[in-house]
């Protein structure tokens, strides 16, 4: 990890976000640890249980079997070699962040079309039944494609780029990849096409990220095979 001062005078705006999280840094968060969801999303969930929307009869959110399943798959895993993110034990606030960024059309990416679509006819119980349903699941098991991008990408993402102001991203995203709620999400084992386009479009500033200036500020110092072998790492845990 960097130091701390040297992390803060290249991002203001982390100032802000490590004000707001209250969790040590250096406390490593099992991937397992986001299969099950921390009391207070529990609670947050069962104070809703009066409007909950409806399940299947395995007891799986019916918007999740006629809607969500097609490109995220049924558990949160979606299929390999596609451009369709992961959910699966993703963090709920991170999911709800999402979800109400592409409701609101402040996630607009060129690829946010699709879910400004799908959000669209959503109720608020059922949003917040979905990214519960979706952040209890069990996260993706990694895949290593290829073992050289790999090492470069695992050397890029605990190292940063020094020379050109760049933290590393273990420095947010931990260094199991997990995330730390509520701001950071989860990364591991996350598919590579949805990584490359995830960090070109901050790079490009396409995609407008809630802590405005972090990832755009990061992704902007890296080139397009730094990218790849990020995503390669990234899917590989
Ligand atoms: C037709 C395919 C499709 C369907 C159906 C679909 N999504 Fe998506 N989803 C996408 C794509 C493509 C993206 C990436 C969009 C982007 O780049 O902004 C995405 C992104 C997301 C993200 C952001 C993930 C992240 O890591 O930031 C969430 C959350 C999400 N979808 C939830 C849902 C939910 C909940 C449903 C069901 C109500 C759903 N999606 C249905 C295609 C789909
Ligand atoms: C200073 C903190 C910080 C650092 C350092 C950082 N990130 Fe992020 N990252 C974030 C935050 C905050 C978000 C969530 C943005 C949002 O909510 O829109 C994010 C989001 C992402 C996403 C999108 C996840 C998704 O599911 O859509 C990817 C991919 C990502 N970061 C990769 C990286 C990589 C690779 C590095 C290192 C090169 C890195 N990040 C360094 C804070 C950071």
Redesign the pocket.
């Known amino acids: 990890m960097l130091q701390k001062n040297q992390f803060l005078s290249a991002i203001p705006a982390l100032t802000i976000a490590m004000a707001m999280t209250s969790v040590a840094y250096g406390s490593t968060i099992a991937k397992t640890a986001s299969a099950a969801p921390p009391a207070a999303a529990t609670a947050s969930v069962m104070s809703v249980a009066a409007a909950t929307p409806s399940v299947t009869s395995s007891g799986i959110p019916t ?2 079997q006629n ?2 399943m ?3 798959g049924l558990q949160g895993v979606a299929a390999d070699g596609g ?3 992961n ?1 699966a034990g ?1 963090w709920k606030p ?2 709800l962040r ?2 109400d960024h ?1 409701k609101t059309h402040t ?1 607009a ?4 079309s ?2 400004w679509g ?2 669209a006819p ?1 109720t608020s119980a059922q949003i917040q039944q ?1 990214a519960a349903y ?1 952040s209890s699941q069990k996260p993706a098991s990694g895949h290593v494609y290829d073992p050289k991008l790999v090492a470069e990408g695992k050397k890029l993402y605990f190292g940063g780029l020094p020379k050109a102001h760049m933290p590393a991203c273990m420095a947010c995203h931990g260094a199991t990849l997990a995330g730390l709620p509520p701001f950071f ?1 989860m990364l591991a084992g996350q598919k590579r096409t ?1 990584v490359i ?2 960090l070109t ?1 901050f790079k490009s500033g396409q ?1 407008v990220a809630t802590h405005k200036g972090i990832m755009q500020y990061v992704a902007s110092r890296l080139n397009q095979k730094q990218i790849t072998a990020l995503a390669a790492y990234i899917r590989s845990r």
């Open positions: 918007v999740v809607s969500c097609a490109c995220h451009m369709f993110p959910l993703q991170y999911i999402q979800l592409y996630r990416d060129p690829q946010s699709i879910m799908m959000v959503l979905v979706f999400p949805y386009n995830q479009y995609r």
